[in-house]
Protein backbone atom coordinates (compact mmCIF):
# COMPACT_ATOMS: atom_id res chain seq x y z
CA UNK A 1 0.00 0.00 0.00
CA UNK A 2 1.29 3.66 -0.96
CA UNK A 3 2.00 5.90 1.97
CA UNK A 4 0.97 9.32 1.94
CA UNK A 5 0.01 12.15 4.38
CA UNK A 6 -2.94 11.90 6.12
CA UNK A 7 -4.93 14.80 6.35
CA UNK A 8 -8.59 15.08 6.76
CA UNK A 9 -9.12 19.00 6.70
CA UNK A 10 -6.90 21.64 4.90
CA UNK A 11 -4.04 22.28 8.13
CA UNK A 12 -2.78 26.26 8.79
CA UNK A 13 1.38 25.26 7.78
CA UNK A 14 3.13 28.25 7.25
CA UNK A 15 5.82 28.54 5.07
CA UNK A 16 8.60 31.42 4.90
CA UNK A 17 10.42 33.84 2.40
CA UNK A 18 13.32 31.76 2.25
CA UNK A 19 11.10 28.35 1.15
CA UNK A 20 9.52 30.64 -1.63
CA UNK A 21 12.67 32.60 -2.52
CA UNK A 22 13.50 28.63 -3.86
CA UNK A 23 10.16 27.07 -4.32
CA UNK A 24 9.44 29.15 -7.00
CA UNK A 25 13.25 30.72 -8.07
CA UNK A 26 12.28 34.78 -7.36
CA UNK A 27 15.75 35.57 -8.51
CA UNK A 28 14.12 37.01 -11.31
CA UNK A 29 11.53 38.85 -9.71
CA UNK A 30 11.37 42.65 -9.77
CA UNK A 31 10.50 44.35 -6.61
CA UNK A 32 7.76 46.74 -9.04
CA UNK A 33 5.89 43.83 -9.83
CA UNK A 34 2.61 42.98 -7.99
CA UNK A 35 2.60 39.27 -6.45
CA UNK A 36 -0.11 37.59 -5.27
CA UNK A 37 0.06 34.55 -2.94
CA UNK A 38 -2.56 32.54 -4.06
CA UNK A 39 -4.29 30.29 -0.97
CA UNK A 40 -1.43 31.60 1.47
CA UNK A 41 -2.66 30.61 4.41
CA UNK A 42 -0.33 31.20 7.35
CA UNK A 43 2.48 31.66 5.98
CA UNK A 44 4.98 34.71 6.64
CA UNK A 45 5.96 35.36 3.03
CA UNK A 46 3.64 38.04 2.34
CA UNK A 47 5.24 39.64 5.99
CA UNK A 48 8.87 39.20 4.92
CA UNK A 49 8.81 39.93 1.33
CA UNK A 50 7.29 43.65 1.95
CA UNK A 51 9.69 44.35 4.39
CA UNK A 52 11.56 43.61 1.78
CA UNK A 53 10.33 46.05 -0.44
CA UNK A 54 8.51 43.52 -2.59
CA UNK A 55 4.67 44.22 -3.16
CA UNK A 56 3.18 41.25 -2.06
CA UNK A 57 -0.77 40.63 -1.49
CA UNK A 58 -1.88 37.31 0.79
CA UNK A 59 -5.61 35.83 -0.07
CA UNK A 60 -7.27 33.19 1.83
CA UNK A 61 -10.18 32.26 3.49
CA UNK A 62 -9.01 31.80 6.78
CA UNK A 63 -8.23 36.01 6.67
CA UNK A 64 -11.95 36.18 7.52
CA UNK A 65 -10.99 34.99 11.03
CA UNK A 66 -9.58 36.60 13.98
CA UNK A 67 -5.91 36.44 14.71
CA UNK A 68 -6.17 34.61 18.28
CA UNK A 69 -8.75 31.90 16.67
CA UNK A 70 -6.19 31.57 13.46
CA UNK A 71 -2.87 31.19 15.97
CA UNK A 72 -4.92 28.46 18.31
CA UNK A 73 -5.38 26.59 15.42
CA UNK A 74 -1.98 27.19 13.97
CA UNK A 75 -0.31 25.60 17.58
CA UNK A 76 -2.72 22.67 16.95
CA UNK A 77 -2.52 21.94 13.28
CA UNK A 78 1.47 22.56 13.87
CA UNK A 79 1.73 19.48 16.45
CA UNK A 80 -0.59 17.38 14.56
CA UNK A 81 1.11 17.54 11.65
CA UNK A 82 4.56 16.53 12.70
CA UNK A 83 3.10 14.13 14.70
CA UNK A 84 1.98 12.53 11.04
CA UNK A 85 5.10 13.41 9.51
CA UNK A 86 7.66 11.46 11.88
CA UNK A 87 5.48 7.94 10.31
CA UNK A 88 6.44 8.83 7.10
CA UNK A 89 9.93 10.54 7.43
CA UNK A 90 11.11 8.45 4.49
CA UNK A 91 8.68 10.76 1.84
CA UNK A 92 10.77 13.34 2.56
CA UNK A 93 14.58 14.36 1.54
CA UNK A 94 15.79 15.93 5.05
CA UNK A 95 18.61 18.95 3.34
CA UNK A 96 16.62 22.11 3.99
CA UNK A 97 15.06 20.65 7.16
CA UNK A 98 17.96 18.05 8.89
CA UNK A 99 14.99 16.81 11.38
CA UNK A 100 11.24 17.06 12.81
CA UNK A 101 12.62 19.41 15.21
CA UNK A 102 13.94 22.04 12.86
CA UNK A 103 11.22 21.49 10.23
CA UNK A 104 8.82 22.17 13.50
CA UNK A 105 10.32 25.44 14.39
CA UNK A 106 10.68 26.52 10.60
CA UNK A 107 6.78 26.10 10.30
CA UNK A 108 6.36 27.90 13.96
CA UNK A 109 8.21 30.89 13.15
CA UNK A 110 6.56 31.43 9.66
CA UNK A 111 3.04 31.07 11.88
CA UNK A 112 4.31 33.19 14.42
CA UNK A 113 5.38 35.71 12.03
CA UNK A 114 2.34 35.58 9.80
CA UNK A 115 0.39 36.82 12.82
CA UNK A 116 2.08 39.07 13.97
CA UNK A 117 1.83 41.14 10.59
CA UNK A 118 -2.00 39.94 10.35
CA UNK A 119 -3.00 41.79 13.27
CA UNK A 120 -1.18 45.59 11.58
CA UNK A 121 -2.13 44.90 8.26
CA UNK A 122 -5.34 42.74 8.21
CA UNK A 123 -7.38 45.13 6.35
CA UNK A 124 -4.66 46.03 3.38
CA UNK A 125 -2.28 42.84 2.85
CA UNK A 126 -4.55 40.06 3.79
CA UNK A 127 -7.43 39.40 2.01
CA UNK A 128 -10.48 37.21 2.56
CA UNK A 129 -10.95 35.06 -1.07
CA UNK A 130 -12.46 31.37 -0.78
CA UNK A 131 -10.64 30.35 -4.65
CA UNK A 132 -12.17 30.39 -7.03
CA UNK A 133 -14.80 33.37 -5.48
CA UNK A 134 -12.85 37.00 -5.10
CA UNK A 135 -12.93 40.14 -5.53
CA UNK A 136 -9.75 41.17 -7.52
CA UNK A 137 -9.93 42.62 -10.98
CA UNK A 138 -8.44 41.97 -14.37
CA UNK A 139 -4.88 41.71 -14.51
CA UNK A 140 -4.42 43.26 -10.97
CA UNK A 141 -1.49 41.44 -10.00
CA UNK A 142 1.40 40.61 -12.41
CA UNK A 143 2.94 37.20 -10.83
CA UNK A 144 0.43 34.69 -9.03
CA UNK A 145 1.98 32.40 -6.73
CA UNK A 146 0.08 29.08 -5.93
CA UNK A 147 1.98 26.99 -3.02
CA UNK A 148 1.02 23.35 -1.37
CA UNK A 149 -2.55 23.69 -2.71
CA UNK A 150 -3.20 22.58 -6.13
CA UNK A 151 -1.83 19.31 -7.60
CA UNK A 152 -0.79 18.98 -3.92
CA UNK A 153 -4.89 17.89 -2.69
CA UNK A 154 -5.34 15.82 -6.02
CA UNK A 155 -7.65 13.60 -4.18
CA UNK A 156 -9.81 16.11 -2.08
CA UNK A 157 -10.06 18.29 -5.32
CA UNK A 158 -11.27 17.38 -8.85
CA UNK A 159 -9.60 18.27 -12.08
CA UNK A 160 -12.41 20.37 -13.22
CA UNK A 161 -12.24 22.20 -9.83
CA UNK A 162 -8.32 22.81 -10.63
CA UNK A 163 -9.15 24.29 -13.57
CA UNK A 164 -11.65 26.38 -12.27
CA UNK A 165 -9.25 28.42 -10.28
CA UNK A 166 -6.73 28.44 -12.10
CA UNK A 167 -8.79 29.77 -15.00
CA UNK A 168 -9.53 32.57 -12.21
CA UNK A 169 -5.91 33.16 -11.36
CA UNK A 170 -5.20 33.72 -15.12
CA UNK A 171 -8.33 36.73 -15.23
CA UNK A 172 -6.50 38.64 -12.36
CA UNK A 173 -2.68 37.94 -13.11
CA UNK A 174 -1.37 39.79 -16.09
CA UNK A 175 2.29 37.82 -16.44
CA UNK A 176 2.82 34.71 -15.02
CA UNK A 177 1.51 31.98 -12.52
CA UNK A 178 3.83 29.60 -10.66
CA UNK A 179 2.41 26.54 -8.84
CA UNK A 180 4.51 24.51 -6.79
CA UNK A 181 4.46 21.45 -5.65
CA UNK A 182 2.96 19.42 -8.83
CA UNK A 183 3.28 16.28 -6.60
CA UNK A 184 0.98 15.27 -4.54
CA UNK A 185 0.53 13.49 -1.03
CA UNK A 186 1.71 10.58 -2.01
CA UNK A 187 4.93 12.16 -3.15
CA UNK A 188 4.46 11.28 -6.39
CA UNK A 189 3.69 13.53 -9.81
CA UNK A 190 0.00 14.45 -9.65
CA UNK A 191 -1.68 13.11 -12.73
CA UNK A 192 -3.50 16.49 -13.20
CA UNK A 193 -0.51 17.81 -14.64
CA UNK A 194 -0.23 15.95 -17.84
CA UNK A 195 -4.00 16.17 -17.93
CA UNK A 196 -3.57 19.93 -17.27
CA UNK A 197 -0.64 20.29 -20.16
CA UNK A 198 -2.71 18.89 -23.00
CA UNK A 199 -6.05 20.69 -22.17
CA UNK A 200 -7.00 22.34 -25.22
CA UNK A 201 -8.57 25.15 -22.59
CA UNK A 202 -5.34 26.36 -22.07
CA UNK A 203 -3.92 26.29 -25.58
CA UNK A 204 -3.23 29.81 -25.76
CA UNK A 205 -0.60 30.06 -22.69
CA UNK A 206 2.85 28.91 -22.60
CA UNK A 207 3.01 26.32 -19.60
CA UNK A 208 6.37 24.72 -18.33
CA UNK A 209 7.64 22.63 -15.74
CA UNK A 210 10.38 23.99 -14.61
CA UNK A 211 12.83 22.20 -11.71
CA UNK A 212 13.78 24.00 -8.43
CA UNK A 213 16.20 24.32 -5.54
CA UNK A 214 14.43 23.20 -3.10
CA UNK A 215 12.76 19.22 -2.33
CA UNK A 216 10.99 18.49 1.05
CA UNK A 217 8.22 16.56 -0.33
CA UNK A 218 10.59 13.28 -2.61
CA UNK A 219 9.93 14.00 -6.72
CA UNK A 220 8.74 17.44 -4.92
CA UNK A 221 11.24 19.88 -6.68
CA UNK A 222 9.55 21.32 -9.84
CA UNK A 223 6.94 23.86 -10.55
CA UNK A 224 4.71 24.58 -12.94
CA UNK A 225 4.84 27.75 -15.01
CA UNK A 226 2.10 29.35 -17.08
CA UNK A 227 3.10 32.60 -18.70
CA UNK A 228 -0.01 34.67 -20.15
CA UNK A 229 1.94 37.12 -22.17
CA UNK A 230 5.14 37.33 -23.27
Known amino acids: MNKKLQLNDFVLIGRTFEEYYKMFDLKDFSKSERILD ?5 SSFCAEANAKGYNVTAAD ?3 AFNPEEIEEKCAKDLEETMEK ?3 IKEL ?3 NFFKDIEQLKSHRERAYRGFIKDFKLHKEDRYISSEFPSN ?3 GN ?4 SLISHFLFLYDEHMSYEFHKQIINEIIRITKKEIRIFPIANLKAQRSPFI ?3 MKD ?8 NIVKVNYEFIKAGNEMLVVKIKQ
Do not use: L
Not at 38 to 42: E, H, N, Y
Not at 140 to 143: E, L, R
Not at 200 to 207: Q, V
Open 92 to 94: YKW
Open 61 to 63: RVY
Open 85 to 87: VST
Open 140 to 143: QFDI
Open 38 to 42: VASGV
Open 200 to 207: KAFNNYEI
Open 135 to 137: NFK
Open 194 to 196: EKF
